[in-house]
Protein backbone atom coordinates (compact mmCIF):
# COMPACT_ATOMS: atom_id res chain seq x y z
CA UNK A 1 0.00 0.00 0.00
CA UNK A 2 1.33 3.07 -1.06
CA UNK A 3 2.32 5.79 1.99
CA UNK A 4 0.76 9.21 2.60
CA UNK A 5 3.79 10.98 1.93
CA UNK A 6 3.66 9.70 -1.58
CA UNK A 7 -0.24 9.81 -2.49
CA UNK A 8 0.80 13.56 -1.69
CA UNK A 9 3.83 13.82 -3.66
CA UNK A 10 2.14 12.91 -6.86
CA UNK A 11 -0.71 15.11 -6.05
CA UNK A 12 1.85 18.45 -5.54
CA UNK A 13 3.40 17.56 -8.68
CA UNK A 14 0.71 17.16 -11.16
CA UNK A 15 -0.86 20.30 -9.30
CA UNK A 16 2.29 21.96 -10.24
CA UNK A 17 2.51 20.79 -13.98
CA UNK A 18 -1.07 21.59 -13.96
CA UNK A 19 -0.16 24.84 -13.10
CA UNK A 20 2.59 25.36 -14.98
CA UNK A 21 0.77 24.47 -18.41
CA UNK A 22 -1.70 27.16 -17.15
CA UNK A 23 0.58 29.72 -17.22
CA UNK A 24 1.35 29.11 -20.65
CA UNK A 25 -1.18 28.91 -22.19
CA UNK A 26 -2.90 31.99 -20.85
CA UNK A 27 0.08 34.34 -21.72
CA UNK A 28 -0.41 32.81 -25.37
CA UNK A 29 -4.37 33.87 -24.94
CA UNK A 30 -3.41 37.30 -23.63
CA UNK A 31 -1.57 38.17 -26.75
CA UNK A 32 -4.43 36.74 -28.39
CA UNK A 33 -7.18 38.76 -26.32
CA UNK A 34 -4.86 42.07 -26.67
CA UNK A 35 -4.97 41.69 -30.20
CA UNK A 36 -8.55 41.03 -30.49
CA UNK A 37 -9.25 44.39 -28.08
CA UNK A 38 -7.81 46.38 -30.76
CA UNK A 39 -9.74 45.21 -32.99
CA UNK A 40 -12.71 46.04 -31.26
CA UNK A 41 -12.16 49.16 -29.68
CA UNK A 42 -10.96 50.13 -33.25
CA UNK A 43 -14.86 49.42 -34.30
CA UNK A 44 -16.46 50.68 -31.51
CA UNK A 45 -14.66 54.08 -31.83
CA UNK A 46 -15.49 54.00 -35.66
CA UNK A 47 -19.35 53.37 -34.64
CA UNK A 48 -19.56 56.19 -31.81
CA UNK A 49 -17.70 58.97 -34.34
CA UNK A 50 -20.46 58.27 -36.29
CA UNK A 51 -23.85 60.63 -35.54
CA UNK A 52 -26.86 58.95 -34.12
CA UNK A 53 -30.00 59.95 -35.03
CA UNK A 54 -31.91 61.78 -32.65
CA UNK A 55 -35.27 60.01 -31.97
CA UNK A 56 -38.05 62.83 -30.79
CA UNK A 57 -39.65 60.73 -27.72
CA UNK A 58 -42.13 63.47 -27.01
CA UNK A 59 -45.60 63.69 -27.73
CA UNK A 60 -46.37 64.44 -31.54
CA UNK A 61 -47.68 68.15 -32.33
CA UNK A 62 -50.94 69.06 -33.98
CA UNK A 63 -51.07 69.57 -37.35
CA UNK A 64 -53.32 73.18 -37.88
CA UNK A 65 -53.03 72.70 -41.86
CA UNK A 66 -54.60 69.39 -42.25
CA UNK A 67 -57.83 68.28 -39.88
CA UNK A 68 -58.06 65.70 -37.42
CA UNK A 69 -60.28 62.60 -39.07
CA UNK A 70 -63.49 62.07 -38.12
CA UNK A 71 -63.60 58.20 -37.32
CA UNK A 72 -66.63 58.11 -36.02
CA UNK A 73 -68.20 59.85 -38.71
CA UNK A 74 -66.59 57.96 -41.46
CA UNK A 75 -68.42 54.63 -39.67
CA UNK A 76 -71.98 56.26 -39.60
CA UNK A 77 -72.03 57.19 -43.29
CA UNK A 78 -70.93 53.89 -43.79
CA UNK A 79 -74.25 52.90 -41.88
CA UNK A 80 -76.27 54.79 -43.54
CA UNK A 81 -78.12 53.66 -46.37
CA UNK A 82 -78.71 55.30 -49.88
CA UNK A 83 -82.06 58.03 -50.35
CA UNK A 84 -83.53 55.92 -53.11
CA UNK A 85 -83.65 52.98 -51.49
CA UNK A 86 -86.60 52.49 -48.93
CA UNK A 87 -85.83 51.47 -45.52
CA UNK A 88 -87.52 48.32 -44.37
CA UNK A 89 -88.02 47.28 -40.84
CA UNK A 90 -86.35 44.90 -39.08
CA UNK A 91 -87.19 42.71 -35.71
CA UNK A 92 -83.98 42.08 -34.62
CA UNK A 93 -81.83 45.07 -36.00
CA UNK A 94 -77.75 43.75 -37.34
CA UNK A 95 -76.85 46.39 -34.32
CA UNK A 96 -78.34 44.39 -31.65
CA UNK A 97 -76.54 41.20 -32.87
CA UNK A 98 -73.18 40.13 -31.87
CA UNK A 99 -71.90 36.62 -33.51
CA UNK A 100 -70.26 34.66 -30.29
CA UNK A 101 -67.34 33.88 -32.51
CA UNK A 102 -66.47 38.00 -32.98
CA UNK A 103 -66.28 38.21 -29.13
CA UNK A 104 -62.20 38.95 -28.24
CA UNK A 105 -60.84 36.52 -26.69
CA UNK A 106 -58.38 36.77 -23.87
CA UNK A 107 -55.25 35.86 -24.49
CA UNK A 108 -53.52 33.94 -21.96
CA UNK A 109 -49.69 33.57 -21.37
CA UNK A 110 -48.30 30.39 -20.38
CA UNK A 111 -46.57 30.49 -17.22
CA UNK A 112 -42.85 29.74 -18.09
CA UNK A 113 -42.03 26.53 -16.32
CA UNK A 114 -38.29 26.47 -14.09
CA UNK A 115 -35.45 24.59 -15.63
CA UNK A 116 -35.56 21.28 -15.30
CA UNK A 117 -32.95 19.75 -12.86
CA UNK A 118 -30.57 16.43 -14.60
CA UNK A 119 -31.31 13.59 -12.05
CA UNK A 120 -27.32 13.43 -11.83
CA UNK A 121 -26.77 16.90 -10.84
CA UNK A 122 -26.18 17.55 -7.21
CA UNK A 123 -27.91 20.75 -6.06
CA UNK A 124 -25.80 22.87 -3.68
CA UNK A 125 -27.87 23.71 -1.53
CA UNK A 126 -28.46 19.87 -0.73
CA UNK A 127 -25.13 19.94 0.49
CA UNK A 128 -24.42 20.99 3.93
CA UNK A 129 -21.73 23.95 3.62
CA UNK A 130 -18.83 22.18 5.63
CA UNK A 131 -18.88 19.23 3.13
CA UNK A 132 -17.42 22.07 0.27
CA UNK A 133 -13.69 20.70 1.34
CA UNK A 134 -14.18 17.12 1.25
CA UNK A 135 -16.37 17.32 -2.07
CA UNK A 136 -13.40 19.40 -3.76
CA UNK A 137 -11.08 16.62 -2.23
CA UNK A 138 -13.00 14.01 -3.72
CA UNK A 139 -13.04 15.68 -7.15
CA UNK A 140 -9.09 16.09 -7.13
CA UNK A 141 -9.31 12.37 -6.67
CA UNK A 142 -10.77 11.51 -9.05
CA UNK A 143 -8.68 13.23 -11.69
CA UNK A 144 -5.92 11.44 -10.39
CA UNK A 145 -7.21 8.47 -11.20
CA UNK A 146 -8.84 9.44 -14.63
CA UNK A 147 -5.86 10.76 -15.49
CA UNK A 148 -7.18 14.28 -16.22
CA UNK A 149 -4.77 16.72 -14.22
CA UNK A 150 -3.45 18.58 -17.40
CA UNK A 151 -5.61 21.48 -18.81
CA UNK A 152 -9.03 20.86 -21.34
CA UNK A 153 -8.24 17.12 -20.56
CA UNK A 154 -11.17 15.33 -21.68
CA UNK A 155 -12.16 11.64 -20.25
CA UNK A 156 -12.00 9.15 -23.26
CA UNK A 157 -14.66 5.39 -23.30
CA UNK A 158 -13.75 2.85 -21.59
CA UNK A 159 -11.93 0.15 -23.82
CA UNK A 160 -14.44 -2.48 -25.34
CA UNK A 161 -12.27 -5.67 -24.00
CA UNK A 162 -12.62 -4.01 -19.96
CA UNK A 163 -16.27 -4.16 -21.00
CA UNK A 164 -16.18 -7.48 -22.10
CA UNK A 165 -13.95 -9.16 -19.43
CA UNK A 166 -15.75 -7.30 -16.96
CA UNK A 167 -19.42 -8.77 -17.83
CA UNK A 168 -17.62 -12.04 -18.29
CA UNK A 169 -17.08 -12.44 -14.32
CA UNK A 170 -19.45 -9.89 -13.06
CA UNK A 171 -23.43 -10.82 -13.25
CA UNK A 172 -24.64 -8.93 -10.41
CA UNK A 173 -24.24 -6.19 -7.81
CA UNK A 174 -23.38 -8.65 -4.84
CA UNK A 175 -20.67 -10.36 -6.96
CA UNK A 176 -19.17 -6.65 -6.98
CA UNK A 177 -19.51 -5.47 -3.60
CA UNK A 178 -17.68 -9.17 -2.96
CA UNK A 179 -14.72 -9.13 -4.92
CA UNK A 180 -13.89 -5.30 -3.66
CA UNK A 181 -14.51 -5.87 -0.35
CA UNK A 182 -12.65 -9.47 -0.19
CA UNK A 183 -8.97 -7.84 -0.18
CA UNK A 184 -6.77 -10.94 0.16
CA UNK A 185 -8.91 -12.51 -2.55
CA UNK A 186 -7.65 -13.47 -6.39
CA UNK A 187 -7.49 -10.87 -8.90
CA UNK A 188 -8.72 -11.71 -11.77
CA UNK A 189 -5.86 -9.49 -13.68
CA UNK A 190 -2.21 -9.20 -12.33
CA UNK A 191 -1.87 -5.77 -10.56
CA UNK A 192 1.49 -4.97 -12.74
CA UNK A 193 -1.32 -4.84 -15.81
CA UNK A 194 -3.10 -1.81 -14.07
CA UNK A 195 -2.33 0.70 -15.95
CA UNK A 196 -3.93 3.65 -13.54
CA UNK A 197 -1.70 5.31 -10.95
CA UNK A 198 1.44 3.46 -12.17
CA UNK A 199 3.66 5.20 -10.14
CA UNK A 200 2.40 4.02 -6.84
CA UNK A 201 2.95 0.43 -7.75
CA UNK A 202 0.32 -2.30 -5.94
CA UNK A 203 -1.03 0.79 -3.91
CA UNK A 204 -4.79 0.14 -2.84
CA UNK A 205 -5.94 1.69 -5.70
CA UNK A 206 -4.64 -0.38 -8.13
CA UNK A 207 -5.25 -3.42 -6.02
CA UNK A 208 -9.21 -2.81 -6.17
CA UNK A 209 -9.25 -2.44 -9.95
CA UNK A 210 -7.00 -6.08 -10.75
CA UNK A 211 -9.39 -7.68 -8.22
CA UNK A 212 -12.25 -6.01 -10.77
CA UNK A 213 -10.57 -7.10 -13.83
CA UNK A 214 -10.08 -3.32 -14.84
CA UNK A 215 -6.51 -2.28 -16.43
CA UNK A 216 -7.28 1.40 -16.12
CA UNK A 217 -10.62 3.17 -14.44
CA UNK A 218 -12.71 4.39 -16.73
CA UNK A 219 -16.56 5.26 -16.30
CA UNK A 220 -18.51 4.32 -19.08
CA UNK A 221 -20.36 7.92 -19.87
CA UNK A 222 -22.86 6.55 -22.24
CA UNK A 223 -24.18 4.14 -19.79
CA UNK A 224 -26.45 4.86 -16.26
CA UNK A 225 -24.98 5.35 -13.80
CA UNK A 226 -26.33 2.40 -12.05
CA UNK A 227 -25.04 -0.03 -14.49
CA UNK A 228 -22.92 -2.78 -13.07
CA UNK A 229 -19.46 -1.58 -15.06
CA UNK A 230 -20.52 1.99 -13.59
CA UNK A 231 -21.40 1.04 -10.43
CA UNK A 232 -17.95 -1.20 -10.00
CA UNK A 233 -16.01 2.08 -11.07
CA UNK A 234 -17.79 4.05 -8.29
CA UNK A 235 -16.85 1.54 -5.75
CA UNK A 236 -12.98 1.40 -6.14
CA UNK A 237 -13.45 5.37 -6.58
CA UNK A 238 -15.27 6.19 -3.31
CA UNK A 239 -12.82 3.31 -1.21
CA UNK A 240 -9.79 4.41 -2.33
CA UNK A 241 -10.65 7.75 -1.55
CA UNK A 242 -11.68 6.98 1.63
CA UNK A 243 -8.54 4.76 2.03
CA UNK A 244 -6.51 8.24 1.20
CA UNK A 245 -8.52 10.68 3.27
CA UNK A 246 -8.23 8.64 6.33
CA UNK A 247 -4.83 8.19 5.61
CA UNK A 248 -4.05 12.22 5.67
CA UNK A 249 -3.30 12.93 1.81
CA UNK A 250 -5.84 15.32 1.90
CA UNK A 251 -5.27 17.17 5.31
CA UNK A 252 -4.04 20.52 3.57
CA UNK A 253 -7.62 20.76 2.33
CA UNK A 254 -8.92 20.59 5.25
CA UNK A 255 -11.63 18.01 5.08
CA UNK A 256 -13.65 16.68 7.65
CA UNK A 257 -13.04 12.74 8.01
CA UNK A 258 -16.41 12.13 8.99
CA UNK A 259 -17.65 13.04 5.44
CA UNK A 260 -14.97 10.65 3.62
CA UNK A 261 -17.40 7.83 4.85
CA UNK A 262 -21.00 9.62 4.06
CA UNK A 263 -22.02 7.43 1.31
CA UNK A 264 -25.17 9.91 1.33
CA UNK A 265 -23.05 12.68 0.15
CA UNK A 266 -20.28 11.15 -1.49
CA UNK A 267 -22.54 9.39 -3.75
CA UNK A 268 -24.54 12.72 -4.73
CA UNK A 269 -21.15 14.40 -5.35
CA UNK A 270 -19.63 11.22 -7.35
CA UNK A 271 -22.46 11.40 -9.73
CA UNK A 272 -22.73 15.19 -10.21
CA UNK A 273 -19.02 15.35 -11.47
CA UNK A 274 -18.44 11.77 -13.41
CA UNK A 275 -22.28 11.32 -14.86
CA UNK A 276 -23.55 14.83 -14.98
CA UNK A 277 -19.90 17.39 -15.65
CA UNK A 278 -17.98 14.97 -17.17
CA UNK A 279 -20.11 13.62 -19.21
CA UNK A 280 -21.77 16.67 -20.82
CA UNK A 281 -18.00 17.66 -21.94
CA UNK A 282 -17.36 14.15 -23.21
CA UNK A 283 -20.47 14.86 -25.20
CA UNK A 284 -19.60 17.74 -26.59
CA UNK A 285 -16.27 16.67 -27.69
CA UNK A 286 -18.30 13.55 -28.95
CA UNK A 287 -20.34 15.64 -30.75
CA UNK A 288 -18.67 18.50 -32.44
CA UNK A 289 -14.67 17.67 -31.67
CA UNK A 290 -13.20 20.34 -30.36
CA UNK A 291 -16.75 22.34 -29.24
CA UNK A 292 -15.55 22.20 -25.08
CA UNK A 293 -12.02 23.56 -25.76
CA UNK A 294 -13.62 26.42 -28.20
CA UNK A 295 -16.46 27.33 -25.73
CA UNK A 296 -13.37 27.50 -23.22
CA UNK A 297 -11.30 29.84 -24.42
CA UNK A 298 -14.53 31.39 -25.26
CA UNK A 299 -15.40 32.19 -22.11
CA UNK A 300 -11.68 33.40 -21.19
CA UNK A 301 -11.82 35.73 -23.96
CA UNK A 302 -15.50 37.26 -22.75
CA UNK A 303 -13.77 37.30 -19.17
CA UNK A 304 -10.69 39.41 -20.06
CA UNK A 305 -13.14 41.80 -22.35
CA UNK A 306 -15.56 41.99 -19.14
CA UNK A 307 -12.21 43.12 -16.90
CA UNK A 308 -10.37 45.19 -19.35
CA UNK A 309 -13.99 47.21 -19.74
CA UNK A 310 -13.91 47.57 -16.04
CA UNK A 311 -10.85 48.94 -15.54
Known sequence: ???????????????????????????????????????????????????????NKGK???????????????????????????????????????????????????????????PFQMVSRAMPESFTSTRDALYVHLKLIWNLLEQKAIPGPPHPDTLREFNSHFSNAKQIEKAAEDENGASIIPTTNVSTLKKL?????????????????????????????????????????????MGGAFAYMNIQKNYAVDLGLLIPAYTHFVHYLQANWYNQEKNKDGKFQMDKERKVISKAREQLRDT
Open 1 to 55: MASTSDIQIIITAALQQQAQQLETQLASRDEAISKLMEKVELKEAETSSKPSPKI
Open 201 to 245: QAGYTQSLLACLGMHVWAPDLEDLPDSLYNKACRQVALKSFRQAA
Open 60 to 118: KKAQPDQPPVANPIASTSARKSPKSRTPTKSNQPASHRTPSGSQPKRVVTPKSSSPRVC
